[in-house]
């Protein structure tokens, strides 16, 4: 079946704009993960969603930063007044949630990536 | 606290050798560990997943990595490297004990190059 898939794959925005990443997990995928991939650097945990509610929200930098996944499925990734640092590519993937009741983590299936560009 | 320590930031092999790149994780008790390749421009893809079974684990095209919990190691390995294994390896780990944690933990990564 298809994979996680992100929309846009490139996202070029000017400073205090607005913008929305799209994560469209795999069917069936019950936990869904936000991270942050700066050059050089693995992935930085932002949010994590298990069904319509935010789980995790830690790794959020600040009140800028906002994610819904209103039925469970798609989630949206929303940024205010995008500053020049938050320029990365911005990573989902899913997992299908249930683990064996905490015995082990689920794989995570990663989709490609959302370049963003803050000019 | 997790954390995960790639030894190598930079690793170059020649075509048809082997491969060896280390990690080493702290963990609170039982880790799950992952390793984690992400070639130039694509997405990040599971290589090989380690979950308190075998401590040898093979995972995809070819490689396999071996839980040393007295070392509290990860390494990755592989016999002989071919050119399109060029790219990035993230070692990976997360206490499954955490409650509603499942936050992975990420080493910085080791860029593999692979010369002809």
């Known amino acids: 079946g298809a994979g996680v898939s992100q929309t846009p794959s490139n996202k070029v925005t000017e400073k205090g704009k607005y913008v929305e990443l799209r994560c469209d997990p795999i069917?069936?995928?019950?936990?869904l993960y936000w991270y942050r991939q700066s050059l050089g650097q693995g992935p930085e945990f932002l949010i994590y969603?298990?069904?319509?509610?935010?789980?995790?929200d830690s790794g959020l930098p600040n009140d800028r930063f906002f994610a819904v996944r209103p039925e469970g499925s798609v989630s949206t990734l929303k940024i205010q007044r995008t500053e020049r640092g938050d320029s990365a590519v911005y990573l989902c993937a899913s997992s299908p949630g249930a683990g064996l009741a905490g015995l082990e983590t689920d794989t995570q299936y990663f989709g490609p990536g959302t370049r963003l560009t803050v000019l | 606290a997790q954390s995960v320590t790639q030894l190598d930031s930079h690793v170059s092999v020649s075509e048809g050798t082997p491969v060896l790149l280390r990690c080493n994780y702290s963990?609170?008790?039982?880790?799950?560990l992952f390793w984690y390749v992400q070639h130039p421009n694509k997405g990040l893809q599971l290589l090989l997943k380690y979950t308190s079974a075998a401590t040898l684990v093979k995972g995809i095209n070819g490689f396999e990595a071996e839980f040393k919990k007295s070392e509290t190691s990860f390494h990755l390995t592989k016999p002989s490297a071919h050119m399109s294994d060029a790219a990035e390896y993230f070692c990976?780990?997360?206490?499954?004990?955490?409650?509603?944690?499942?936050?992975?933990?990420w080493g910085l990564g080791t860029s593999l190059a692979v010369n002809p």
């Open positions: 969603f298990q069904g319509t509610g935010a789980a995790d």
């Open positions: 990976v780990v997360s206490d499954p004990w955490a409650g509603n944690n499942r936050k992975l933990i």
């Open positions: 963990s609170s008790y039982s880790p799950s």
């Open positions: 069917s069936g995928h019950t936990a």
